[in-house]
């Protein structure tokens, strides 16, 4: 039997990071890995250091809604890929959408007689924001849902928390029989996450029970994508980041990019921000692929599809004068 692990968690709460972490340790290096991302322009799949046969992505929709077929497809290929000896694995980590219900995709898991033939769900760890889970699950049934399903719940961003007090009696309340660990730059040890978790016999009918077709989306969530071909000037980065925490701030639920900047353009930039919290600009040593082309996507409630592009052009052609 193949073990799957379901990481899960709300927008930037730092799933990607995780699983990055995750897969430098030797004994989760060989891990099948299937991204799932909302939007047009996939991005998590290119910050992952795994072998490219054994990473799949899946866009444009989240697995509790449309592609929950595509997700059972792909678990069903791979593990036919593996038994013909075409992939290596030996187990299948799972990175839900920041907007995704994990209960539906817990059911795919479980009650699909075509997967449950060859794989068994390990834990779904869920990741909370430590400095904006207790307001990101005020706000966002998402959030809450993602709580209440873990195996174990996963701080994040500690060292921006130093009292976490509050959050954890909020997630032991939701969820009292998962434990409530902790990491620092998504760095814990594999095992304390994914060994095989014990799940309540009831989980399976109650899932059963909820688990209906279509999305379970915040009223407003929209995701904006931003494609470009030219490399933009260093001066763009900071300023943008700036106008984006001034004139968005809470409507902006996710920002993610790579960027490529005319300055440097063999060391991509990286963006990341979760509304007015707007990480330091990162660089990558390579590109991760042959795609060269700068890549932005937000995901935010009531941002003008229109006004990321605009605000980018804008401050080009001031900084080239």
Known sequence: MIPVSVITGFLGSGKTTLLRSVLRDPSYAGSAVIVNEWGDIGLD???????????????????????????????????????????????????????????????????????????????????????????????????????????????SKTDLAPDTSALEARLAALNPGAPILRAVQGAIPPDMLFASAARPAALQHWLEAIATPGARHSAGVETISILREDPLPAVVLPLFLEALAEHAGEKLLRMKGIIRVAEATEKPAVLHGVRHVLHPIQWLEDWPSADRRSRLVLIGQGIPQWWPARLLEALEEEARG
């Open 45 to 155: 799949h290119e910050l992952l250091e795994t072998s490219e046969e054994n990473l799949l992505g899946l866009a444009n929709g989240c697995l509790c809604c449309a592609t929950r077929g595509d997700l059972a497809r792909t678990l069903i290929d791979l593990a036919a890929r593996r038994r013909s000896g075409a992939v290596t694995y030996h187990r299948v980590l799972i990175e839900t959408s920041g907007l995704a219900d994990p209960a539906p995709i817990l059911h795919t898991l479980l009650m699909d007689p075509s997967i449950a033939e060859d794989h068994r769900v390990e834990a779904v760890v869920t990741v909370v924001d430590a400095l904006l889970g207790a307001e990101t699950m005020a706000r966002h049934p998402e959030a809450t849902q993602q709580a209440m399903l873990a195996d174990r719940l996963l701080l």
